[in-house]
């Protein structure tokens, strides 16, 4: 199908913005990937679980383009009582997938085309991935003017509920932009070391120290899942995992 391409306005946003929940799964040393680099797998079952449980309530997921290259493709929603319960409130099987992009550089053997979803663009204005035709395999290609004008956009296309998926630089740049609402954060049973910690570079950041916490869970497995909602966030509280 021919992409459509949407250009966000450059005002303001005035629509309600979606809630943004960033999920990862990391090691006992705040890293998220091994000190290799490379596609990471930290979590284990339980954490399967709770991701399928927030891509669940998530109407997109935001993934970063380097995740996307190094691991292929992105998370489905398998588990059967998920699915059912999507299908019952008339939504679609899976999230739509919006991708993040400046370079534009998505090799099409990724399995990620193959994958049963819908797939979305988001690339900074004049950035090759905003220039020319809309790349093949993905639906709609949305402009990354601001973080502010992109997520008005996605509100206006009925994306409500958005889990961040990262990676650690998609993650840091939402953060920086005081755009995450919750983080959900699987802690794993591994020291890693290295230098690929979930929150990389990051200089003083708005939400410091503004957090509370919504939800703790042993996941099994060693397990340890804390999700965590903005302490002036008025929803959080109504929220559920
Ligand atoms: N443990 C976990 O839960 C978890 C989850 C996800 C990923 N990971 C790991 O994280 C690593 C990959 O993460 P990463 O931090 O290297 O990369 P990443 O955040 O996945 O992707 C970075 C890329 O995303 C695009 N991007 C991000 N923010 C952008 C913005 N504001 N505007 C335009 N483009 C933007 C750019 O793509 P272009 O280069 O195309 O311009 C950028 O190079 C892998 O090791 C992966 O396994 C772990």
Redesign the pocket.
């Known amino acids: 199908m021919a992409g459509i391409d949407v250009h966000g306005g450059s005002s303001a946003p005035s629509e309600p913005l979606p809630r943004l929940r960033l999920?990862?799964?990391?090691s006992l040393d705040g890293r998220?990937?091994p000190a290799g680099?490379?596609?990471?797998q930290?979590?284990g079952r339980g954490d399967r679980r709770a991701l399928e449980e927030a891509l669940a309530w998530a109407d997109a997921v935001l993934?970063?383009?380097?995740?996307?290259r190094?691991?292929g493709s992105t998370c489905l929603i398998h588990q059967s009582d998920l699915l059912e319960g999507r299908t019952a409130a008339g939504r679609q099987p899976q999230p739509v997938a919006v991708a993040?992009?400046?370079?534009?550089?998505f090799p099409p053997h990724l399995p990620f085309f193959r994958q049963p979803l819908e797939r979305w663009l988001l690339?900074?204005p004049a950035?090759p991935?905003a220039t020319g035709p809309v790349l093949a395999g993905f639906r709609r290609r949305l402009s990354?003017e601001s973080w502010g004008v992109a997520l008005a956009g996605l509100a206006a296309a009925g994306l409500e509920h958005l889990v961040v998926?990262?990676?650690?630089?998609?993650?840091a740049?939402l953060l920086a932009a005081d755009r995450v609402q919750e983080l959900q954060l699987t802690l794993c049973p591994r020291l890693l070391g290295g230098q690929?910690t979930?929150l990389?570079g990051a200089g003083p950041l708005p939400g410091a120290g503004a957090w509370r916490l919504l939800e703790s869970r042993s996941l099994g497995g060693d397990e340890l899942l804390l999700r965590y909602g903005r302490a002036d966030d008025q929803r959080a509280s109504a929220v559920g995992p």
């Open positions: 999920v990862l799964a990391v998220l990937a680099g490379g596609a990471a930290l979590g993934v970063g383009a380097e995740t996307l190094l691991h993040v992009s400046r370079s534009g550089r690339a900074p950035s991935a990354l998926l990262g990676g650690a630089v998609l993650a740049d690929h979930w990389p």
